[in-house]
């Protein structure tokens, strides 16, 4: 494959440019990266920035706010920072609030939470820069408008259906889904037709998608990128960034032959776009010296911070500590990438050693393969297939609404039911199957639905309760799993993250939404570290001194309660997990 250095000043660039890809890639990096080099350049830019987790008040350590702010040292750079999160609190106060002391308080709580999801998040992002990529007095002010996070598919085609118009949401009773976004917003329709125009205008708009040179985000890149080519966004080029070039010792060989590997094997999907590259770079890209650097050199400069602690824990503590508290159902959480199946299978590999009996469940296609085990270790394995039970669920709940529903209201709930929080209970209902069989065993999870998707099922049993109708039921499993899943004395949710920006904080928006709905997370681990890795490679040592701060914050958030697992050159599975439970 042939990838070009990312290069903007040989790009053919067009007004609006959209940057996407999954947490943690290095989306805003290059978003701030690209704006910077532009303005610069004597270019007028204004740089939106959508996403939940955006750092970019530290990035050019301004207060920003979402009307756009001039960065004093960048004269012809504006950047507006919107908050999704409060949007979508506004958002859904003023859907429900012409309800409150009209309906019963059950209800409303059931209307709350179809409107707390990612999706809704994203409609109300969507919301905020309509305005931008729609308004002509900003299109001839700029030369270009940078759009940091860019809709999913699944939100575009929502935008477009006819029926997400109408005011579903206290009159739906198939099932816990997402529901409504939209049924406050009808006075916005033609302001998003002409924004969803506009992205699909391959004169005006680029979507760059962002990914590293690992599988996991590779794949969701091509997802991305066929979502958006469904809908006619097909503008688009393919940008991987971190890909480490100076290799001379043992770690920077193993990842370098890693990622040279996934290159190699990079999705069907992604191979006619445009391909461009973004060296490893050993730093936080925080301040414009960073900002500037990130596209041209490696900026070589190590913290001056130090741990906050005299020893690092080890994922062993994790496991005695769930031992010695005879915990029974163990979650491992955390965004894609981040190396929950294979914890959840060294915890459970763990466990059995110390004579507990065990069953490991998992989402993971592979995963009968990859962690078949001794039978002596009293393991037993289950696999649950996400899209079938996905179509088992879909399937159930159209059924039930075909028979009220008219064609344009079926075609809204089908879209719907592709929400990601759909995903998450059409497999967790599997997942509590399995927990109900396994009464006296300890069971060992490998992905857990949010707080979110969990209190939604919770609202929509109460709700299907005071309404006495039962389409889309919630089966008596999942409705016993709910109460074992907040009693702490039985349930250890562990949550999952690097040491880098983005994914702490998504950890911490994770943690968020489980205490919101009444989980207890004691344990987090920090997977994949160079810090705990010894390495004398430049790069890689910097970039270890580089997560000192984010190994301090997550000790901070956990309170001391985390573990920490050195970068690996090989997957660990079958007996290489026992690597992973020694003690130090």
């Known amino acids: 494959m042939l990838f070009r250095n990312y290069d903007i000043t040989e790009m053919r660039l067009t007004k609006y440019l959209f940057f996407t890809g999954k ?3 290095g989306k805003t990096s290059t978003a701030c990266a690209t704006a910077v080099t532009l303005a610069d350049a004597g270019k007028k830019i204004m740089l939106v920035s959508t996403d939940p987790a955006s750092n970019l008040q530290d990035v050019f350590d301004t207060e920003l706010n979402n009307k756009g702010v001039p960065i004093k040292e960048v004269p012809n750079l504006v950047v507006a920072n919107f908050d999704p999160e409060e949007a979508a609190a506004e958002y859904r106060e003023s859907v429900v609030g012409p309800y409150r002391g009209k309906l019963p308080e059950v209800v409303l709580k059931n ?16 919301n905020e820069f309509s305005t931008f990529i729609t ?10 408008i940078i759009f940091d996070t860019a809709p999913t598919g699944h939100t575009l085609r929502m935008l477009q259906l006819p029926s997400a118009w109408t005011n579903f949401i206290n009159e739906n009773t198939t099932g816990a889904s997402c529901l ?8 916005k329709k033609e302001v998003y037709k002409n924004a969803v125009d506009n992205l699909a205008d391959k004169q005006k708009t680029t979507l760059i998608l962002v990914s590293r040179p690992e599988p996991s985000p590779l794949k969701e890149a091509e997802r991305a990128s066929k979502e958006l080519r469904d809908i006619g966004v097909n503008n688009q080029v393919l940008v991987i960034n971190g890909i480490l070039e100076e290799h001379d010792d043992i770690l920077s060989n193993a990842i370098y032959e890693k990622q040279q590997n996934a290159l190699k094997d990079i999705p069907e999907g992604l191979k006619p776009l445009e391909l461009f590259k973004i060296p490893l770079r050993p ?3 925080t301040g414009l010296e960073n900002v500037r650097a990130f596209l ?3 900026n070589i400069k190590y913290t001056n911070e130090t741990l906050d602690m005299d020893r690092i824990q080890r994922l062993n503590d994790i496991i005695e500590d769930i031992d010695n508290t005879n915990k ?11 190396g929950k199946t294979t914890i959840a299978a060294a915890i459970a590999l763990g466990l059995a050693n110390k004579g507990k009996k065990v069953h490991l469940t998992t989402t993971d296609p592979a995963a009968h393969l990859k962690f078949v085990l001794d039978e002596s270790y009293g393991i037993t394995l289950s696999n649950i297939d996400e899209k079938e039970e996905l179509e088992k669920y879909k399937e159930e709940v159209l059924s039930k609404a075909r028979e009220t529903m008219e064609e344009d209201d079926l075609a809204y709930i089908e879209e719907d039911l592709r929400s990601p929080c759909t995903q998450e209970i059409a497999a967790f209902r599997a997942f509590a199957e399995i927990i109900e069989k396994s009464q006296n065993e300890v069971v060992v999870i490998d992905t857990a639905p949010t707080g979110h998707t969990l209190l939604l099922l919770d609202a929509t049993q109460s709700y299907h309760k005071e309404i006495e109708r039962s389409q889309g039921d919630i089966p008596e499993s999942v409705m016993k799993l709910l109460p074992t899943l907040r009693d702490e004395d039985k349930t250890e949710v562990i949550i999952i993250t690097l040491a880098e920006t983005t994914p702490v904080h998504e950890a911490m928006r994770l943690q968020k939404d489980l205490n919101r709905a009444g989980i207890h997370s004691k344990w987090w681990v920090i997977n994949s570290s160079f810090y705990a890795a010894n390495t004398t490679n430049t790069i890689l040592k910097v970039k270890a001194s580089n997560e000192i701060p984010w190994i301090n914050k997550v000790n901070e958030i956990s309170n001391g309660n985390f573990a920490i697992i050195e970068w690996m050159p090989e997957e660990p599975k079958g007996e290489k997990l026992k690597d992973l439970i020694h003690e130090n």
């Open 135 to 144: 308004d002509e007095k900003a299109a001839a002010l700029y030369d270009h």
């Open 180 to 187: 409504g976004q939209l049924s406050g917003l009808e006075s």
């Open 328 to 338: 029974k159902v163990i979650f491992t959480m955390g965004k894609g990438g981040v």
């Open 23 to 25: 947490g943690g890639v």
């Open 283 to 285: 730093y936080n890209v």
């Open 111 to 126: 209307m709350e939470e179809q409107l707390s999801g990612s999706c809704t998040v994203e409609i109300a992002a969507f």
């Open 296 to 298: 041209k050199d490696n």
